[in-house]
């Protein structure tokens, strides 16, 4: 069997790169912008010409690498299938075969050429596809944190006063943020009382309860007392029928209770604007 290795062919494909890549470039323009053909195949002339075998210079190339990355990624931002940059590849590997084709006459040479050829970019679309999954996840991520981030705006309704209006379910991440974005603005306003405002939770079970007694501990650790507002009817009979205790927090049925409350805790309850009761 033939190896793909072999320094004959290796040689007639790194002449075949680096005499025609600007023509490659612009055969292959059609599926890949022109920047990143000839990054990629300046980069795959190189490896080709060195000594590392063709089954490791996709995995162990830094330029292949890279320059396969890059395109993967730039299509990936783009909103590109990755159908469409697996075509992009098999498309170069017409491409090159055609170019051997036009610097050989020898027919074993040729078959010998198209096995390295496929090889070689049979492992590029493998990691195209690869790095098109996982940078496609990490956008995914980045979006649910952005939108857990806007869905949990801390307001200042007061001086020394910051209200978290909840809309939704409040699972362990989003409590996460709640508590992570509160006791930075609890910091950075030098609060000294945060509300809760519950009125957009459609529920309240013992996974919810609990999230809000974590976020009520983490804010009097900061030194701030911490009101509970939009408690409802249906909420208070869920909250006693589950037997969740909580009897130690400062609760309101609404914000401007909760905020006449904050006043009153501030001493400021006399000012222009304050509710009493």
């Not at 096995?115 to 590029?124: G, I, Q, R």
């Not at 909580?246 to 409350?261: F, M």
């Amino acid at each position: 069997m033939l190896g793909s290795d072999d320094g004959q062919v290796r040689a007639v494909l790194a002449r075949v790169l680096a005499e025609d890549r600007a023509a490659l470039a612009r055969e292959w323009a059609g599926q890949a912008p022109g920047g990143e053909a000839g990054d990629l195949l300046e980069a795959l002339g190189a490896a080709i010409g060195g000594t590392l075998p063709v089954s490791r210079i996709v995995d162990q190339d830094p330029a292949v690498r890279d320059a396969l990355t890059s395109l993967s990624e730039r299509r990936a931002r783009a909103g590109a299938e990755p159908r469409a940059t697996a075509m992009a590849i098999l498309a170069l590997k017409r491409t090159m075969l055609g170019a051997i084709e036009r610097h050989t006459e020898d027919s074993a040479l040729r078959y010998r050429a198209a096995l390295l050829v496929d090889e070689l970019l049979d492992s590029a679309g493998v990691l195209t596809f690869e790095v098109y999954a996982a940078g496609r996840e990490r956008i995914i991520r980045e979006q649910h944190s952005q939108v857990l981030e806007l869905s949990t705006p801390v307001v200042r309704l007061w001086r020394h006063v910051l209200a978290v209006p909840l809309i939704g379910t409040l699972d362990s991440a989003r409590t996460q943020v709640v508590m992570n974005n509160l006791l930075e603005s609890i910091q950075a306003n030098e609060a000294r009382v945060a509300i809760i405002d519950i009125t957009g939770v459609p529920t309240v079970d013992t996974a919810v309860a609990q999230h809000l007694l974590q976020t009520v501990g983490a804010v009097r650790l900061m030194g701030a007392e911490c009101v509970i507002s939009g408690i409802r009817p249906s909420i208070a009979q869920t909250i006693t029928q589950l037997g969740i205790d909580l009897s130690h927090i400062v609760t309101r049925g609404s914000l401007a209770d909760a905020l006449a409350t904050a006043l009153q805790l501030l001493g400021d309850s006399t000012r222009p604007g304050a509710v009493t009761g």
